[in-house]
């Protein structure tokens, strides 16, 4: 049980241990479109997702509704685009003022008193200082290795995030270019992320709004490696 839990939130294996994703050079210039012809030459690679455990006391029991996520990676000249599509039969969405919408710094410009509802969104976690032997931990990194994620959220856009462990996630004011669209069911998301090179880790992140998803609550994925 001890060893389980180390392998799931610390995640201190050696980088050759990690299973991997396989990434195709030669990205297109419309790489960013979800529907992009040159998605096709990209192998899709499906991951399983787990479900955190509850974090709050009026959460109700967290069912397992999304059980994967399928990951494309391709490879420009100074970038990597990803690509991720799961299946989620409810869109969930909020269509807020203008002035809620942006969230680029720290704070809204007005807080939202939509607290009763929740946007489906995805994200993925690079190590912040890669390199290491033991990567971060899956909780939103540690102390001694935070991390970067780049989320991106279908109410409010994209934003980069860093944390040094649960509860310590906060906005840099950065953006980076990123898509997502829903249709037939299911939800299809690029990201231009910064290049990475072979055997850097990653991992990733669903939320879903139906099911009140937000902060650490939420599906995720341990630990992969590029190729």
Not at 173 to 197: C, D, I, S, V
């Amino acid at each position: 049980m001890k060893r389980s839990l180390a392998l799931l939130f610390f995640a201190a294996a050696l980088s050759a241990e990690m299973p991997s994703i396989p990434s195709t050079a030669a990205a297109p210039d419309d790489a960013l479109d979800p529907a992009s012809t040159g998605w096709k030459t990209a192998r899709a690679v499906s991951l399983a997702l787990h479900r955190t455990p509850p974090l709050y006391a009026t959460d109700a029991p967290a069912a397992r509704e999304i059980d994967s996520v399928q990951v494309q990676l391709l490879r420009g000249a100074s970038a990597v685009f990803v690509r991720l599509e799961w299946a989620d039969p409810t869109r969930d969405e909020v269509s807020l003022p203008g002035q809620e919408k942006t969230w680029v710094t720290e704070k809204l410009v007005t807080p939202s008193e939509a607290t009763d509802r929740f946007s489906d969104s995805v994200a993925v976690m690079i190590p912040a200082e890669p390199g290491a032997d033991v990567y971060p931990s899956l909780q939103m990194g540690d102390r001694d290795r935070p991390v970067r994620i780049y989320f991106v959220s279908a109410t409010r856009g994209a934003a980069v995030m860093e944390a040094t462990g649960r509860g310590t996630t906060h906005r840099t004011g950065e953006r980076f270019p990123a898509r997502l669209g829903y249709a037939a069911g299911k939800w299809a998301a690029t990201m231009q992320l910064q290049n990475l090179p072979a055997g850097a880790p990653l991992s990733f992140a669903v939320w879903n709004g139906s099911q009140q998803d937000r902060d650490g609550r939420k599906y995720f994925t341990v630990w992969y490696t590029t190729e």
